[in-house]
């Protein structure tokens, strides 16, 4: 990773280029798979070229089966923590599907209302940030070196 500084439009144009992906589990390529994770890695690839870590294989259930913040935890080491509600387009999103179980999706912030994100069953999409999702959100991120 270098120290420039990130446009938010290419993290933007990046994530807009996989939409349509179909989904897949586990998968992080473009036009061909990707879960929601994938997605976030497959625009990191992008942007900084290569992953800042290596994925152990995960099931479709792994946040139920452990118990344990794994997404978040990645989140924290690989990007920069933002106060919820402060986060603009191109800034991550990770979301708790109920409470009190760990992160399980995430996306990217497309627009104040929108998000960019691999859908269970469908495919990448940009989707209205609807209740569904707004009570849902938990926690910001930022990519490291994305411009303020």
């Not at 989904?23 to 942007?47: F, P, T």
């Not at 800042?52 to 118990?67: F, N, R, S």
Request: with cysteine; glycine share 6%.
């Amino acid at each position: 990773m270098t120290g420039r500084h990130i446009p938010r439009e290419a993290i933007l144009s990046a994530a807009k280029a996989w939409i349509d992906t179909p989904y897949q589990h586990q998968a992080s390529a473009k036009g061909a798979g990707c879960d929601c994770l994938g997605l976030i890695r497959g625009v990191w690839r992008e942007i900084y070229g290569e992953e800042p870590m290596t994925i152990p294989a995960y099931t479709p259930d792994w946040a139920e089966a452990l118990g344990q913040e794994t997404l978040l935890q990645a989140a924290q080491d690989c990007l920069r923590p933002l106060v919820k509600h402060a986060a603009k387009p191109g800034d991550v999103l990770l979301f708790r599907m109920m409470p009190n179980v760990p992160c399980k999706h995430i996306a990217i912030l497309s627009a104040p209302d929108r998000i960019i994100h691999a859908y269970w069953g469908r495919a990448v999409v940009e989707s209205f940030l609807v209740p569904y999702w707004t009570r849902r959100h938990a926690f910001s991120f930022s990519f490291p070196t994305i411009e303020a």
